[in-house]
């Protein structure tokens, strides 16, 4: 049973064994390239100085919080899951090294290091309490975001701090001013992911997330690999919230909240479908930039900013729509219609 | 876990709608017994209360979240989960103080647009998950969205106009004893609502529906009609929801629903309402916003609200294994 849409599927095993890559052979990565293209020439097409460094670091420094978290999304969406406590484990990571370890004099690996390991911490929570603990994740997520989010509030009950800004400096520049480090960090993660799909790991984590039933029936290992999905996400935050901690230079314990929609959002908007079996991770990379790229077009174009949330739900049923199996007949059905209303017209 | 024991451990002695009936009842009872004890813990530490002032507190600041929390309660039987809660409120808190201007007229008028708006996008929600067969998450998180930017290009940011003086009185004014009139809205909302999901044939079909939706198609029932239904009570209900805290609050205003969304969902689940649907009911979800209001009594200090949050985690996960540990699996 599917908790997003409440649909069984049939179980068989030939299902989990057969199609254990059917994510890549999907090729679900491109409509969301596509859309991104078209976004990308317009925008350069509408704004100027759009091509220059300074605007480029600019635009991928804003949407790689985003971008970085939503690959975990991905993840726990492709083995099945559903993670609402992306806000409070960046909240967490954020309070953390803005208050201990981002601070002058503490350099750089340190609170890299220790970013990665309370998000990969938290992510090991995560797929335990689903796994082990057999609670379905939205039920765990919920959960462990109201706990992670008053550890945050304990650890810093108001906004505030100084990150070092050196640390600011080595994460939000460029290299020889023309790479954002951003960017850097997002083609780590893609590269990395696109080496565990090929892995044993990589395809049971798609068999699993196609049919655990049979998945568990085939003798694959289920509980193991949803942890280590689960901590394999939790990792893509805590690079995530380093990267925000370099960005906003201080610390919030609510910086997260708002970050849950975006990061689902551009997840989904990537191509990766609910429900699991399906996506190329990497691809919420896309999602994250459609997002923010539609922004910036439509307000070129003169649309009030007013309106962001507006076409963000939009684009979000859209995605979601065009990517489901259910839109092609669909489509063929209005086209049908289209069709015979001519013929009563001519 | 092997598939075998999974299948033995799911079949047990079980109710028509599913579920392991002693169990399920002993963990309710307990949520309630829980929130009970909260409350003693509240009055022996501040010797100032007395016993019934708690209890009246402690129902009075429940009634918004009890009438959200039934909406989420059926769209959750039903095998769905409703995020646009947050924003359903506000929209018909805004609704509401916009129309009213202190006439009788105007006062019925802003309640019934405010609802007829509550309806409408349950109406929405259920097309969209059952029409064009968009996940509940994803539909219900867009219409969030799409109603919170709608909110906010309507009235600049800033809302205008007051609640009705009757509202208000309604949800702030005490009665005989000193009991809140407040809450005859919450006995209100809990008689209908347990009512309506055990004792009419629409909370037939719902249990159905949310317990295997292909097996109530061969039954006969109609699933699609049933479900854009239960997400109108659902829409209907945030309305109300909406409604009330204007009342409460005296006023509306941007993001007023937001601190509703995650409470809704959390006594879903502490009350023992399986996630997978078709199983639970109000009965327990009642019981959690108790239990949730009640956390807040014996919490003081200035990090009160950073270990009401974790305690408000614990309580969901530990009462999802206590009532869901063999039936409510991770969903594949």
């Given at each position: 049973m599917n908790v997003l849409t409440g649909v069984p599927r049939p179980a068989s095993v030939l299902t989990a064994v057969t199609r254990p890559t059917s994510g890549s052979r999907r090729h679900t990565y491109v409509g969301p390239c596509v859309v991104l293209v078209i976004l990308i020439i317009l925008y350069v097409v509408r704004t100027p100085d759009a091509l220059s460094s300074i605007s480029i670091l600019t635009l991928v420094n804003d949407s790689a919080v985003v971008a970085l978290a939503a690959m975990g999304e991905a993840i726990v969406l492709v083995v099945g899951g559903f993670d609402l406590s992306v806000g409070a484990v960046l909240s967490l990571i954020n309070v953390v090294l803005a208050t201990h370890f981002a601070i002058a004099g503490q350099g750089t690996v340190a609170p890299v290091l220790v970013g990665l390991v309370i998000g990969l911490f938290a992510g090991l929570i995560n797929g335990l309490l689903v796994s082990v603990g057999r609670i379905a994740s939205v039920v765990v997520t919920i959960g462990t975001s109201f706990v992670f989010s008053g550890v945050a509030l304990l650890v810093q009950p108001t906004a505030g701090g100084i990150v070092s800004q050196s640390f600011i400096n080595q994460l939000t520049g460029s290299i020889g001013g023309v790479i954002p480090d951003a960017a850097v960090i997002m083609a780590v993660i893609a590269v990395g992911w696109t080496w565990v799909r090929r892995t044993r790991f990589g395809a049971v984590v798609y068999a699993v997330g196609n049919d655990s039933d049979a998945a568990v029936t085939a003798g694959l290992r289920v509980a193991a690999v949803r942890v280590g999905a689960y901590g394999l996400a939790g990792l893509c935050y805590g690079a995530a919230a380093i990267f925000l901690t370099a960005q906003t230079g201080s610390g919030d314990p609510n910086v997260g909240g708002p970050l849950t929609l975006s990061v689902f959002a551009a997840a989904v908007v990537g191509g990766v479908r609910l429900g699991g079996g399906q996506g190329y991770v990497p691809a919420a990379i896309a999602g994250a930039f459609i997002l923010s790229l539609i922004g910036d077009v439509l307000f070129s174009?003169?649309?009030?900013?007013?309106?962001?949330?507006?076409?963000?739900?939009a684009v979000l049923i859209a995605a979601v729509l065009i990517s489901s199996t259910r839109f092609l007949p669909a489509l063929r059905a209005v086209r049908n219609a289209i069709n015979r209303w001519r013929k009563v017209a001519v | 876990m092997t598939a075998i024991e999974t299948s033995e451990r799911r079949t047990g002695p079980r109710h028509y709608f599913g579920g392991r009936v002693g169990r399920q009842r002993q963990a309710v009872v307990g949520v309630y017994l829980a929130a009970l004890a909260l409350c003693v813990v509240d009055v022996l530490t501040n010797p100032s209360t007395t016993f019934i002032s708690v209890?009246?507190?402690?129902?009075?600041?429940?009634?918004?979240?009890?009438?959200?929390?039934?909406?989420?309660?059926?769209?959750?039987?039903?095998?769905?989960?409703?995020?646009?809660?947050?924003?359903?409120?506000?929209?018909?808190?805004?609704?509401?103080?916009?129309?009213?201007?202190?006439?009788?007229?105007?006062?019925?008028?802003?309640?019934?647009?405010?609802?007829g708006a509550g309806l409408l996008v349950g109406i929405l929600n259920g097309v969209g998950v059952t029409l064009l067969k968009l996940p509940a998450v994803v539909m219900t998180l867009a219409m969030n969205v799409i109603l919170e930017g709608a909110v906010l290009v309507a009235t600049n940011g800033t809302p205008t106009g007051q609640v009705p003086g009757g509202l208000v009185s309604l949800m702030t004014a005490r009665g005989i004893g000193g009991m809140p009139t407040s809450v005859w809205v919450l006995v209100g909302i809990a008689v209908i609502g347990i009512a309506l999901l055990r004792g009419t044939v629409l909370g037939r079909r719902l249990y159905g529906t949310g317990s295997n939706s292909l097996a109530a198609r061969y039954s006969g029932i109609s699933v699609t009609g049933t479900t854009i239904r239960v997400y109108a009570i659902g829409g209907l209900c945030s309305a109300l929801a909406g409604i009330l805290l204007a009342a409460f609050a005296g006023q509306s205003y941007l993001g007023m629903g937001d601190s509703y969304l995650l409470p809704s969902i959390a006594a879903v689940v502490i009350g023992g309402t399986a996630v997978i649907g078709g199983r639970g009911g109000y009965e327990g979800t009642l019981g959690g916003v108790l239990f949730l209001t009640s956390i807040g009594f014996v919490l003081s200090g200035p990090s009160s609200d950073a270990i009401k949050m974790i305690v408000f985690g614990g309580a969901i996960i530990i009462s999802a294994i206590l009532f869901n540990r063999a039936t409510d699996r991770e969903p594949s």
């Open positions: 174009f003169g649309v009030s900013s007013f309106y962001t949330n507006v076409y963000t739900g | 209890i009246w507190s402690l129902l009075s600041l429940s009634v918004v979240s009890a009438v959200a929390a039934y909406g989420q309660t059926v769209i959750v039987l039903i095998g769905g989960l409703d995020l646009s809660i947050p924003y359903v409120m506000t929209v018909a808190a805004v609704i509401l103080t916009e129309t009213s201007h202190g006439t009788a007229a105007s006062d019925v008028l802003g309640v019934v647009l405010a609802l």
